[in-house]
């Protein structure tokens, strides 16, 4: 049910590659509220998924981006504020790790990958903010927003390096979060999302079993990805003008359990099983 | 700008005192985004504030309870119920310390007042949704707020067992959102506010000073009791199913500030001054 | 091994009935460290444990006090003072919730029971620091520790009213460590300890299962009551002087866990398991 | 008063630049606990600094090796093996930010040296412990420690992207606390220090005034170098075997604080200044 809560407003929408992922959602929900956008994702990404139906959807079109490269993004910001003027709202959902595609465990990394975790996942965080604040080209009380998780703050098994990556990402909304907010008065937050089945998702180690996990620790719940995209709505909202700097846990609450009768039921299951220890 | 976010949703507002108070501004917010809700308070505040008129803006009525009566909650709750029939939201905007009224210090209490600091700040809102829930007046989905301050997590001078009392209620917001998620999806969070000068607020030992330097700490500046309302909306609304058991800072970004350049160079400034040791 | 970390020390240990109990060891180990300590408990807990033997042992004397008791509490000060004059260090290591006895649920509390809970758990902690400060019977840089738990920040099932006398327990620590800090110099900390076979715990709902889960979840398994007891020992000496109003994790890695290969491996055989679901 | 409390560990501390440096302080401490120990700096900090003194005083030795290169680490573990066996502790108190020097500020960082900020200050550590893990060189219960920051949680004007690198250190604690803890039973955790005037920290802008600001908010004031060293000792000994993947602060209280007295009361003489606005 859309409630024009954002009529009006420009965004950049970054990260979406096919109907699974989270930045499609957002798109889709943000265009049903009244907001006009580009979308952007990387040549590969672009080839790889379907986001020219979304922007067909969505009456826009697509920019290809790198958000490591300096040049595209700029080339980027330029063309939206040729085409919108001043932005409102954009949203970073870019993550990936060489290191888990490649299988190598934490114990063993590859340092060179490692930086490009950092460098794709977080840095380009920081290349797209530092582009937008060059430009000039954030309203006042403007609203960034990058997807992060849990693994920031809690280790989990085969999360590997994406999990400092996003405690980075973290970092740097709000070492950012501060200046952008003190001179512009952007805002810069980030949501932490649930485990959610999009195609990154899916690389991840174990996922399956995780997520039947997070679901029976959350009491309403994992959040879905359309969910996830109702809350940025929120965010890019004028009724949070006041939220920075913080990571929003989005994930029925399992950031504060500590142990659910539900999850545990199951894991008592465990010792019945034939080979339970 | 309206935009019919709660349009059919219903509600109570528990602790609008006058038009300074945060739960005035937002019985006056949700009304415009087309809620309709019930408004309550204690005998003793409707007779110090100007309840009364919000009520007729709101085209409402007010039901006193006293919130650490199980007996007038009940009460309101019942009427609740036949009026509206299952509720959507219901905030709650409570605290006051007979401690601090008495200028005791900390080192120094009453522990009958400790009692009834932590019953009226906290208890009272366990209570409110132990009865609702006994009454299962909230429909799925709902959601229950509250508002708390950053005292619960760091030490504030002259704040006093009040401090404790926002821990303990951002406990009962865990504990119970575990709980009434599980059981009939329903979402409890907590708002930590910027300290805003309601007549509650005025109260609190230094308080214009504190919010000088808060003020100067945070990028966006303190979040005035209005745009707590909008951010109230927000949680009341659709748009946040999946978010419970969280605390929210809406405070200009003051929670993830060490220094800021305002703040330290008004701070600087004491040494110039005369007495500046 | 004994490294006299402790000599010459002073203090008072709250809570050993008995050697299961966590200042049972803390009492041990303290006493082979080179302290001089009163042990103290209620005058029922005297009777249901074994206190008097660990008095022996340790060449010192029972003082009962109900720790909710200011004229008990004063008492024990009084002759702590009389015998060791000013105190180095004080364990509080106390917890009792009436509702989780009478199988309470957390939506159907007994609210004078809840009032006992946090009176027993968290309260009687400020009173203990209130009347050593009235007294003035702590040394500069003395230390005060109390036992916490994880449930202070994530709901556990089963934990009920006790996770919000945790909390508030915390914020005692904090609230009461800034005061007796700026005054007197003395620290004021909480260890948030794994969950432990002490005979409370046992008590606690489905304790197996969980020690299990989070055993299998911490890089170092569970913390037993003697590596608490050592590092209650860390807090009492003079090399943590620097250390005040924190809650420390003392749980083998437990509180940064978000997953574990260890426990999800457990998990993922309930689905084997003839009722798995 | 030496305890002999690391007597017979052996172990390696990185980042002693001068008598001033907090990695100073923490071998002349090791040492006096009955500790043997390599010493360890960049080539061009040793003739900066003075750390052949301090071997000299610790009757040890001093290996050069840049903490970002992968040979020097190698050369150094295998060096300290052959010399004591497997070790029983390690301290990182290395960070170094090219943007700082060269006052790039946040907004316009040369993402070169952002690398390089990241490497030097965090990555070094995930290379240490990698090495060390690949060697087997740490003993069961082994433990290693890394001075971190109060900006990974909450960001200071001016710190820039060492922030940024601090939370990234931080989460690499965790991520490998986890895996060398699992595998191993070796704790990793950090020391989240105050400002501390070493020769590092003198070169962080407005640091007088921070550090100023930090003491008179902290009620047990400014935690200094030796007693961080104090805090390591504690970390390093048997006494804390269960504490793994935390971020430990050691700081007077600071990071529990909202507000003290004694720093609002030098706050509000600002406003009786010359040019207080």
């Not at 139906?53 to 080339?75: F, G, M, Q, W, Y």
Request: hydrophobic letters at 40%; proline letters at 3%; a negative charge.
């Amino acid at each position: 049910m859309p409630n024009d809560l954002l009529k009006g407003k420009k965004g950049i929408i970054f990260g979406a590659l096919n109907e699974m992922s989270i930045a499609w959602k957002v798109a889709e929900k943000s265009y049903e509220q009244g907001a006009e956008f580009l979308l952007t994702n990387t040549p590969v990404s672009m080839r790889l998924g379907t986001i020219d139906e979304l922007a067909a959807k969505c009456n826009t079109e697509v920019i290809p981006a790198d958000a490591t490269s300096d040049e595209d993004l700029e080339n980027l910001v330029i063309k939206a504020v040729e085409k919108y003027g001043k932005l409102d709202f954009v949203l970073h959902s870019i993550g990936m790790s060489p290191n888990v595609r490649k299988k190598l465990t934490y114990d063993n990394l590859n340092y060179d990958f490692y930086h490009k975790t950092l460098d794709i996942s977080a840095l380009s965080f920081h290349k797209v903010i530092a582009i937008l604040k060059k430009h000039d080209a954030m309203k006042e009380w403007g609203s960034i927003v990058a997807l992060s998780y849990v693994a920031a703050q809690r280790t989990l098994y085969g999360y590997n390096d994406m999990a400092d990556a996003k405690a980075l990402l973290e970092s740097i909304a709000r070492s950012f979060g501060y200046i952008y907010g003190r001179e512009k008065k952007v805002r810069i937050n980030t949501i932490s999302q649930s485990p959610t089945l999009t195609t990154a998702g899916s690389g991840v180690k174990g996922i399956d079993g995780l997520m039947d996990f997070t679901d029976r620790m959350s009491p309403l719940g994992n959040a879905t990805a359309e969910e996830c995209a109702d809350y940025c709505i929120t965010l890019f909202s004028d009724l949070t003008k006041k939220v920075t700097m913080q990571n929003l846990y989005h994930d029925g609450g399992f950031s504060s359990m500590g142990m659910s009768l539900k999850a545990m039921t199951q894991y008592e299951k465990s010792f019945d099983s034939p080979d339970g220890d």
